[in-house]
């Protein structure tokens, strides 16, 4: 009986091993990302969702992504005086907590450069300020300047009338964002502010100034670098992204071998490529 029960047992396990091998299975598509989506890696990617741009206070996520908010921040200290401008007065850093003009002064002028990675999409402006002058308001912009120092207001950053103190004042320019070009241009803030030489307690002052921008993917070329990845590929502006960032040069030849499995290896020279990692020993 034991016998018998073993073969038997046998038998139905050799039976359900065939029905598994045997029985069609669809293959499991590959994965990817996709703009916080999941998709198939041949599938058509659908039409990015819209961002909702938060400019006050640039909430949000902040992070290397295309989508996510990235800061950048102007402090006190990061200002200077401008020589030559017709409001040359003295400013007081005021402990660095905030830019104002010194006590005697009318008014100031005065400057920041800006450093923002080449290709941003800078899309607002955050202005944390102190106004106690009924008489005028701060005057304030960010400028860049071509090689040959023609001017060009990107984003006007003057908050409207007000006199009651501590203040906010936020501008959203997401609909024409200005593309960072730090090859052609060099950025400035310029800022005016004014004290009352009738009430000195009466003054604008400058506590900081935050710019909000989005990392972004190149535009596509008009020729493709690898056969096997055209224009018309879906993934060809990404791959040319890659190939033009200097973190893949392909498979060999002209091929780029898109629909390859990535090791390890491979994997560990794409990303210390993109993310440039160094340390010392």
Known sequence: MK???????????LFTVAVALLWPVSATAQKVKYYGME?????TPPPVPPS??????????????????????????????????????????S?????????????????????LPTGASLQ?????????????????????????????????????????????????ISSSPETIDNFTYSYYVLAILDRSTVTPSQLEKIYSLHMGYRLQVSPAPAVASFTDVPTGHWAFRWVEALKGAGITAG???TSFCPDSPVTRAQMAVFLSNALGLYWTY
């Not at 905030?98 to 450093?115: F, N, R, Y």
């Open 3 to 13: 016998s018998a029960g073993r073969v038997l047992f046998l038998s139905m396990l």
């Open 39 to 43: 998709i198939d890696a041949g599938e």
């Open 52 to 93: 909702t741009v938060v400019v006050s206070g640039l909430s949000g996520p902040s992070n290397w992504g295309t989508l996510g908010w990235n800061t950048y921040k102007l402090s006190p200290g990061d200002f200077i005086r401008r020589d030559g401008c017709a409001f040359n007065g003295t400013p007081d850093l």
């Open 95 to 115: 402990n660095f907590s905030g830019i104002l003009p010194a006590s005697g002064q009318s008014s100031i002028c005065i400057g920041a450069s800006v450093h």
């Open 124 to 172: 607002a402006g955050y202005l944390v300020y102190n106004d106690t002058n009924p008489s005028s308001d701060p005057s304030m912009g960010l400028w860049k300047y071509d090689t040959f120092g023609v001017s060009t207001l990107v984003m006007s950053l003057a908050p409207p009338a007000f006199s009651a103190g501590n203040n906010t004042f936020s501008v959203d």
């Open 251 to 253: 498979c060999g030849g």
